[in-house]
């Protein structure tokens, strides 16, 4: 840009046509400059910020870099940094949460999209709940350099950043994933409560079917473990403190290829206060063992990112996809929810009076996988979680249901 104006003011003999007193683009006043790159995208303002001292320091002011970053900044900055130099610029801020900030013990990793300043979050496999992840038979940690997160969504490059304190990795990983070698009930289970920026996001698990290895520099996809995803879908639920829930199905196929599978989408209206999320994926038809799937993580993404994802051919299309968003609908979530716990309640239940026919069956229970005490332990776990759903409803309607779960629980046989 500052070459082309240039340009204009050069004669074919390499000599200026105008004296030197002639305005440029360096005349400019600061002031004005930042309010025009204020309308541009940050890696715009960052490679304008190289063209002369006026856009240079145009592309510091603070108010440029307070209208790139989410309502809620401050609040993010306490929650996920953890030191801030006193006197930061915005632009230094903003340049902070574009890294990718881990939480929880290393479970959780947040970072603002350095294009547009939406918030990313992933959830590690190791900061999910997995249903016998305990037991090395069935699942396992395994380490790889194919757990790893795109930040730069948009392709940006990076050299419009290094002028900033701190650079943008285009990927990081987690450095391990969940492995499944067989199961008879596949369950993993999520949670998350944190302050989103307010806006529209989605959320998908990461999945691939297969376990990637290198042989003579080559990728190569071991399938020997794949089977019986083809005979029932996976199930995807969310929920949202605020009552919104999404579902969807899909059957996993297509071996050797990491792909996003979409949960659902969730809105955020109020910035100020966390939102908490749970999701789940389940296959828990009993009648048939399933296994070979690499977990790596839980993803959430700007809902607009979603179309990117499908054009780069990360997004794995779902079918049969149903979303509830809004209060008209809290109350089918409590109950669904209720449901869920009094079946799973009752299973264990059963397997915990029966150990011995299902142990000369050799089959893949509860109590085999992690023992009677512990089987009881979660039946009564559930069954509080189920009584607390009950809570926000008439004691007297919903004495019945707490009456069920009761006798579900203390049964003898």
């Known amino acids: 840009m500052g070459a082309y104006f240039s340009a204009l003011f050069i004669n074919q003999g390499g ?3 105008v004296s030197s007193s002639s305005p440029s683009l360096g005349d400019l006043p600061e002031s004005c400059v930042a309010s025009i790159i204020g309308y541009l995208d940050p890696p715009e303002i960052c490679k304008l910020g190289k063209l002369n001292r006026a856009f240079r320091g145009a592309s510091w002011a603070d108010f440029v870099w307070e209208s790139k970053l989410p309502s809620n900044y401050q609040v993010l900055v306490d929650k996920i940094l ?13 340049s902070l949460l574009c890294t990718t900030n881990t939480l929880d013990g290393g479970t959780k990793k947040v970072w603002l ?3 547009s300043g939406g918030l990313c979050m992933s959830i590690s496999s190791k900061g999910l709940h ?57 369950e993993v289970d999520g949670e998350v409560e944190f302050p989103f920026p307010a806006g529209s996001y989605s959320v998908f698990f990461r999945l691939q079917l297969g376990r990637s290895s290198k042989r003579f520099g ?11 995803w083809d005979k029932k879908p996976v199930r995807f639920q969310l929920w949202t403190s605020d009552g919104q829930h999404a579902r969807s199905q899909c059957t996993l196929n297509e071996p050797g290829k990491w792909f996003h599978y979409h949960i659902g989408d969730f809105n955020v209206e109020n910035s100020n206060s966390s939102t908490k999320i749970k999701l789940s994926m389940t296959q828990i038809d009993c009648t048939h063992t399933k296994g070979g799937l690499c977990l790596d993580s839980v993803v959430i993404y700007p809902s607009k990112y979603r179309e990117k994802l499908k054009q780069k051919g990360f997004l794995r299309i779902i079918s049969h996809s149903c979303s509830f968003l809004g209060a008209k609908h809290y109350l089918n979530q409590p109950i669904s929810k209720f449901v869920c716990d009094i079946r ?37 776990k559930l069954r509080s979680d189920s009584l607390e759903l009950l809570q926000g409803f008439d004691s007297e309607k919903a004495a019945p249901l707490i009456a069920l779960a009761n006798y579900i629980t203390y049964r003898q046989s």
């Not at 395994?142 to 701190?166: A, H, K, Q």
């Open 15 to 17: 000599l200026s046509s």
């Open 82 to 94: 953890t030191f801030v130099p006193e006197n930061l610029g915005k632009r230094e801020i903003y």
């Open 113 to 115: 999209d350095k294009s």
């Open 130 to 186: 997995i249903t016998g992840i305990d037991d090395r038979r069935y699942w396992n940690h395994i380490p790889t350099d194919e757990s790893r997160v795109i930040v730069g969504i948009d392709g940006v490059e990076m050299e419009c950043w290094m002028l900033m304190s701190i650079s943008v990795p285009l990927q990081f990983r987690f450095h391990s994933i969940a492995y499944l070698q067989q199961t008879w009930w596949f």
């Open 218 to 228: 080559r990728r190569i996809c071991n399938s020997e473990h794949i089977h019986g």
């Open 344 to 380: 799973l309640m009752y299973i264990m239940i059963m397997m915990c009076c029966f150990t011995s026919g299902f142990l000369l069956a050799d089959k893949v229970t509860y109590p085999k996988l992690i023992g009677i005490e512990k089987s009881k332990e979660f039946a009564e």
